[in-house]
């Protein structure tokens, strides 16, 4: 497999598990923003992952969601959005930069989700190119990006990933960032317009999948119970350097496998301390989480490197 510099800031070793904030850090501050990921860096993480969609205008921008969430999202007289808001292909950046998606309502189920979460004003959707600056910063310099790209079937693949490429050569990124989607398909187009940067390839079963805030990859992702081989067989198959699947579904010989594959094995969403402590034990690179305080207390803990 070719040597790509920037796994390095997600490859693990005796000791040392890689920490990534998902999101920035969701649990803790608003996701996908700036503030957030300012908040992130300076609790000493080194690497994010955050989710990239292309507006009307083909600008990239930091959202997780194909719309405006009436759960995040507040218009420009405050008011929450009724359920579920605009799509963002149908919002040019300007309209976009009317909305406020610094705090979670209240009164809503996944308020309920994230209640340690801080409540802030004036927060807008930033562009990619508002946290590839800041990764440019010279304190950021040891900062590696897990970029998610969002995939909406509507829209040409082959434009998204060229738009969002652009943006990380422009700013002389790709040496520290890896692309990361669900949508392998939209991953195979990766690998045509930019092979120099390595994917990570994301999954989860249908039977371990509890998170009812984020269905939209379904529609994308591959049906892996048609698979002839493991997942990791068919990420190398692919040559992919990650595999990034759902902690429910990780096994210690699944992880041996990917490993002998010579792929690098980061989990997503571990939250929870028992959790953590199991991925650690079964010998994952990184672990990606909404809460890089609580992984941080389990390596001290530990002692541990992060």
Known sequence: MKDFP???????SPGLVRLIGHRGARGLMPENTIEGFEFTLDMGVTALEFDVLVSKDNVPVITHDNYLSGASTRDNKGKWLKKRGPAISELTLSELKQYDVG???KHSSYRECYPEQK???GVRIPTLSKLLNLACLPKNQKLYLLLEIKSEPSLNKANIVKQIVHEVREKKLGNRTVLHSFDWDLLKECHKVAPEIPRSFLSELPENSEDTFDNT???VTP???SFKSSIPKAIADQNGQMWCPYF???TSELLKEAHDLGLLVCT???NEIEDIENMIDIGVDGIVTDYPDRVQGVFRSRGMSR
């Open 103 to 105: 705090g979670l309502e």
């Open 6 to 12: 920037q796994l390095k800031g997600f490859k693990g």
């Open 217 to 219: 990859f379904k529609e």
């Open 223 to 225: 049906d892996f119970c």
């Open 248 to 250: 429910k579904d990780l």
């Open 119 to 121: 409540f802030l004003s």
């Open 268 to 270: 997503w969403t571990v």
